[in-house]
């Protein structure tokens, strides 16, 4: 068996069991209670007639719901299933169980509590009332797998018109950890930020924002080429006009007005980063070749990359990144989205900024260096969990520096509230498994 084929099997093995475990827990979330129950008296405090003394406090003082309820907790997941984990427009039911394992990351890593809210509509208005009339019950709202352009119109509208924070992050979130990635690859090959050449090999919604969040981490956005399906972005594309973000992209990037494909952007550059198809072989070795040295790969398509670690090292890249867990440098949202929410919850944010996204990934990639740097650990792992509470502190820090908490607190009552909080998630999962209320999964 060939490398190649070995790591296929490998990157197979999730799916061979995926329905079988699926089936058997029939989902992975589930809602139980916070409060004691000591014996049915107590019913009369949490419902009827108690429960009329938080309503009237609340209707006194509408802030009273983050003291009195979940609410602050409380996060929805609201998409439309039009761009569904790489599957494409799958609809709202078929994308239920990325939802669901959404939420488990959301609830294990961040001690947010998470429900999906899959819509059975895929218009942009109906999507923003949606979200606007459910907002009493939720501390915040994550925008997931919604197809662009409609995805930045409605992140624009809700973000003016809501007070509690909105995210989008097949954006936000794959833009904050690759900021961390390139930050620390550029440390360990060190090049500077503002001198790098950059060509990004897919031009959706996680590639635009992530060129937003570089050019803001001080990346020169004239040293910055985009491809799209139809080749280089550049002034002279007037077919994407209509497209107000990729326009944008146009206009303020490859100044020297390159033109061509994929290999005509790589050329030259210091770093690659694909957000496109998942096909090995989209990004070529011979194009690596072009590059600079001490070349830097972001291969981040999923489930595969866009190009093998193992050739793209071959060809010359001294630092290779991908969104596997099973390659060194594994780029992953899940280092993002529940730690950020930790921190806008923790001090009641009304939105979240792209300082505070860029406040995140500074940390992340400061945790990376604390560890100590190499070609194969530019960015901390999943299973590392002080990530998350050092995460959440500075991302409540800059919350409140800017004047979009609601409430202060002290680095230090930070750190105890997330650390409690995500301490409590993970205790309570793995008590119920202890005591066989989650059962353990079948056996392949």
Same mark, same amino acid.
């Given at each position: 068996?060939?490398?190649?084929?070995?790591?296929?099997?490998?990157?197979?093995?999730?799916?061979?069991?995926?329905?079988?475990?699926?089936?058997?827990?029939?989902?992975?979330?589930?809602?139980?209670?916070?409060?004691?129950?000591?014996?049915?008296?107590?019913?009369?405090?949490?419902?009827?007639?108690?429960?009329?003394?938080?309503?009237?406090?609340?209707?006194?003082?509408?802030?009273?719901?983050?003291?009195?309820?979940?609410?602050?907790?409380?996060?929805?997941?609201?998409?439309?299933?039009?761009?569904?984990?790489?599957?494409?427009?799958?609809?709202?039911?078929?994308?239920?169980?990325?939802?669901?394992?959404?939420?488990?990351?959301?609830?294990?890593?961040?001690?947010?509590?998470?429900?999906?809210?899959?819509?059975?509509?895929?218009?942009?208005?109906?999507?923003?009332?949606?979200?606007?009339?459910?907002?009493?019950?939720?501390?915040?709202?994550?925008?997931?797998?919604?197809?662009?352009?409609?995805?930045?119109?409605?992140?624009?509208?809700?973000?003016?018109?809501?007070?509690?924070?909105?995210?989008?992050?097949?954006? *936000? #979130?794959? @833009?904050?950890?690759?900021?961390?990635?390139?930050?620390? !690859?550029?440390? &360990?090959?060190? +090049? /500077? $930020?503002?001198?790098?050449?950059?060509?990004?090999?897919? *031009? #959706?919604? @996680?590639?635009?924002?992530?060129?937003?969040?570089?050019? !803001?981490?001080? &990346?020169?956005? +004239? /040293? $910055?080429?985009?491809?799209?399906?139809?080749?280089?972005?550049?002034?002279?594309?007037?077919?994407?006009?209509?497209?107000?973000?990729?326009?944008?992209?146009?206009?303020?990037?490859?100044?020297?007005?390159?033109?061509?494909?994929?290999?005509?952007?790589?050329?030259?550059?210091?770093?690659?980063?694909?957000?496109?198809?998942?096909?090995?072989?989209?990004?070529?070795?011979?194009?690596?070749?072009?590059?600079?040295?001490?070349?830097?790969?972001?291969?981040?398509?999923?489930?595969?990359?866009?190009?093998?670690?193992?050739?793209?090292?071959?060809?010359?890249?001294?630092?290779?990144?991908?969104?596997?867990?099973?390659?060194?440098?594994?780029?992953?949202?899940?280092?993002?989205?529940?730690?950020?929410?930790?921190?806008?919850?923790?001090?009641?944010?009304?939105?979240?900024?792209?300082?505070?996204?860029?406040?995140?990934?500074?940390?992340?990639?400061?945790?990376?260096?604390?560890?100590?740097?190499?070609?194969?650990?530019?960015?901390?792992?999943?299973?590392?969990?002080?990530?998350?509470?050092?995460?959440?502190?500075?991302?409540?820090?800059?919350?409140?520096?800017?004047?979009?908490?609601?409430?202060?607190?002290?680095?230090?009552?930070?750190?105890?509230?997330?650390?409690?909080?995500?301490?409590?998630?993970?205790?309570?999962?793995?008590?119920?498994?202890?005591?066989?209320?989650?059962?353990?999964?079948?056996?392949?």
């Amino acid at each position: 068996m060939t490398q190649e084929e070995e790591l296929l099997r490998k990157a197979d093995a999730p799916n061979r069991v995926a329905n079988k475990y699926h089936e058997f827990y029939q989902g992975k979330m589930q809602t139980v209670p916070k409060c004691a129950v000591r014996s049915f008296d107590d019913f009369a405090i949490w419902y009827t007639p108690g429960v009329a003394e938080a309503c009237k406090a609340i209707r006194k003082n509408p802030e009273k719901v983050f003291d009195y309820t979940n609410r602050g907790n409380t996060v929805a997941i609201v998409n439309d299933g039009t761009r569904v984990l790489g599957l494409g427009n799958i609809g709202p039911e078929a994308g239920l169980p990325v939802m669901e394992g959404k939420a488990l990351l959301f609830k294990y890593l961040g001690g947010v509590d998470a429900f999906p809210i899959s819509l059975n509509t895929q218009n942009a208005e109906d999507i923003i009332n949606v979200v606007k009339w459910i907002q009493p019950s939720f501390g915040g709202i994550n925008l997931e797998d919604i197809e662009k352009p409609k995805c930045f119109y409605i992140l624009d509208r809700l973000e003016k018109e809501l007070d509690i924070p909105i995210w989008h992050d097949d954006r *936000s #979130g794959t @833009a904050t950890v690759v900021t961390t990635g390139l930050v620390n !690859a550029l440390k &360990v090959v060190g +090049k /500077k $930020i503002n001198q790098v050449n950059i060509a990004m090999i897919g *031009s #959706g919604a @996680a590639n635009i924002t992530i060129a937003e969040m570089l050019i !803001a981490a001080g &990346v020169n956005p +004239k /040293k $910055i080429i985009m491809v799209d399906s139809k080749g280089i972005l550049n002034r002279h594309r007037e077919d994407v006009k209509d497209d107000q973000k990729k326009w944008q992209i146009c206009l303020e990037t490859n100044a020297e007005g390159r033109q061509g494909g994929a290999a005509e952007a790589i050329k030259g550059a210091d770093v690659v980063i694909g957000m496109s198809t998942p096909v090995p072989g989209t990004i070529k070795k011979e194009w690596i070749r072009t590059m600079q040295n001490n070349a830097i790969v972001f291969a981040c398509a999923n489930p595969l990359p866009e190009i093998w670690p193992w050739e793209a090292t071959e060809a010359g890249a001294k630092i290779v990144a991908t969104g596997r867990s099973d390659f060194p440098n594994q780029v992953n949202n899940s280092l993002g989205f529940p730690a950020i929410f930790r921190g806008v919850l923790d001090v009641r944010a009304t939105k979240i900024t792209n300082e505070m996204c860029l406040a995140a990934a500074f940390e992340l990639a400061k945790v990376a260096e604390d560890k100590g740097l190499s070609t194969n650990y530019i960015i901390p792992k999943m299973d590392e969990w002080e990530v998350f509470i050092r995460e959440a502190v500075v991302v409540g820090l800059k919350a409140m520096e800017q004047g979009v908490a609601r409430v202060k607190r002290s680095r230090a009552e930070l750190e105890d509230m997330s650390r409690s909080t995500i301490k409590n998630a993970r205790d309570t999962t793995h008590a119920l498994m202890d005591k066989k209320l989650i059962p353990p999964p079948p056996k392949d």
